[in-house]
């Protein structure tokens, strides 16, 4: 078990998906599908709907948080995600959504070795405290 740095708080279990670069959410990713539209991306075409996603970190600006708002309130975001290099922007969205719509989607952060470690888990559970363990589904 691991107990991650909370930026928003949320609950999860489910498979994970691991991306080898940072992701942004303002233009390489739909938020009406989920899906990584980023040409240049490995994970390109990868749903991120329902997942936990890991990442190390994110790219972009200060667009993010509207469209992360907007997958969560369509219901495309993913479940939760966890980064090694928190992001105050994918933070600031979660919380927007979670106050404006309701929906929630948790926003970890852990250490680099944590990071390596739970991206070898196939699926993850997460608490409202942050805690992170894997998962069987």
């Known amino acids: ?5 909370v930026l928003t708080p949320g609950e999860a279990a489910a498979p994970v998906l691991v991306l080898d670069e940072p992701l942004s959410f303002w233009g390489a990713f739909d938020p009406r599908t989920g899906i990584i539209l980023d040409v240049h991306h490995p994970q390109r075409g ?4 329902g997942r936990i996603l890991l990442m190390r970190e994110s790219k972009g600006s200060g667009s993010a948080p509207g469209a992360i708002a907007e997958a969560i309130r369509l219901g495309t975001a993913p479940a939760a995600i966890i980064l090694a ?4 922007n994918l933070a600031v969205g ?3 959504a ?3 719509y309701g929906r929630h989607c948790a926003i970890l952060a852990v250490s680099a070795a944590e990071w390596v470690s739970l991206s070898a888990a196939s699926a993850l559970r ?3 405290e942050g ?3 894997a998962e069987t589904l």
Do not use: F, H, N, Q
């Open 1 to 5: 078990m691991i107990r991650a740095k």
């Open 46 to 49: 990868a749903c991120v709907t």
């Open 85 to 88: 290099v928190p992001d105050i």
């Open 94 to 96: 979660a919380e927007v």
């Open 98 to 100: 979670a106050i404006l």
């Open 126 to 128: 997460i608490s409202a």
């Open 131 to 133: 805690e992170i363990s």
